[in-house]
């Protein structure tokens, strides 16, 4: 996203009249507006010279968004870290943007690390900061109970309720509990015709060392879930781990089972998280209600 983009004059000159007519495209020197702007460094990008930073209202300009911003401050790049609060100025002239007279006002607190316990082996890893809501849900890819790879990306233009889940789970207070609240759900979205073409429930598990897409459409079935509307997809470990943490859900093997939390996600038309939810604290008619609302927004 580049900004406003400023328009470009252009002047034609028509001379003469029947066959012969002369066109003359002027421009004009566009005009420079500074902007400044405050906000938290959410991801920096040294090579594509970019900052992504959580801002704050830009007033007269853009409302406060998630979105990454060119940066030409070579040393600024190099030395930022995630969670530095910044000030600066957002020059816009034409179709370019970038920030000029860029500062750190508050470094970042030291980066906490957290136990990996996803792979062959744990390990300690820096954490990944939790989405806020109006951030960008990260894309991963998944394969459904069909068989087919699908991306979240894929869902744009639907509201997306997300869950994660692993069809072994033997607790009845955890996967079977999300699995009874999506069937809830399921329910009363679709007694309005029409409403479940816009809506997407997506429970995906993080044991694809055993739920295959075979396992996974048995337990689909046995739950009632139809695709495209309900559908149940599992991913690896490596793509699990480009969204599960910024969307909440830790997980990892033990002897008998996988332990893990529970983590429920609630994504607009646009690809933006609406709201998380953690645990089971949550009741489908809470759901139901964002639903509503951001189908009739």
Same mark, same amino acid.
């Given at each position: ?93 034409? !179709?370019? &943007? #970038? ?9 970042? *607190? /030291?980066?906490? %690390?957290?136990? $990996?316990? !996803?792979? &062959? #082996? ?9 989405? *806020? /809501?109006?951030? %960008?849900?990260? $894309? ?158």
């Amino acid at each position: 996203m580049s900004g406003r983009v400023a328009a470009i004059g252009l002047m034609v000159l028509l001379a003469g009249c029947g066959k012969d007519t002369v066109k003359t495209a002027v421009t004009t020197a566009d005009p420079i507006k500074k902007y400044p702007i405050v906000g938290i460094v959410r991801k920096v990008d040294p090579g594509a010279k970019t900052v992504t930073l959580r801002h704050e209202e830009i007033p007269g300009y853009m409302v406060a968004m998630t979105m990454p911003f060119h940066l030409e401050d070579k040393d600024a790049l190099e030395s930022l870290q995630v969670g530095d609060k910044i000030s600066a100025i957002l020059k816009v002239q034409g !179709s370019h &943007s #970038e920030l000029i007279q860029f500062e750190v006002t508050q470094a970042a *607190e /030291p980066q906490a %690390l957290t136990l $990996d316990l !996803s792979g &062959s #082996e744990a390990k300690l890893r820096p954490r990944v900061a939790k989405l *806020e /809501p109006g951030e %960008l849900v990260p $894309d991963f890819t998944m394969t459904t109970q069909e068989g087919t790879p699908l991306k979240l990306s894929d869902l744009r233009g639907k509201v997306v309720i997300v869950t994660f889940i692993f069809t072994r789970c033997p607790r009845p207070e955890f996967c079977p509990k999300m699995d009874e609240r999506f069937a809830e759900l399921a329910r009363m979205i679709a007694s309005v015709p029409g409403r479940a073409d816009k809506v997407r429930l997506l429970s995906v598990s993080f044991d694809p060392e055993h739920d295959t897409p075979e396992v996974l459409a048995k337990h689909a079935k046995l739950r009632g879930a139809k695709p495209p509307f309900w559908q149940f997809a599992v991913a690896s470990h490596e793509e699990l781990r480009k969204v599960v943490e910024p969307m909440g859900l830790t997980y990892g093997p033990m002897k008998d089972e996988i332990i893990h939390n529970l983590a429920t996600s609630v994504i607009g038309p646009d690809g933006r998280l609406e709201r998380r939810f953690g645990g089971s604290d949550w009741t489908s008619e809470d759901v139901f209600k964002i639903v509503r609302k951001l189908l009739k927004n």
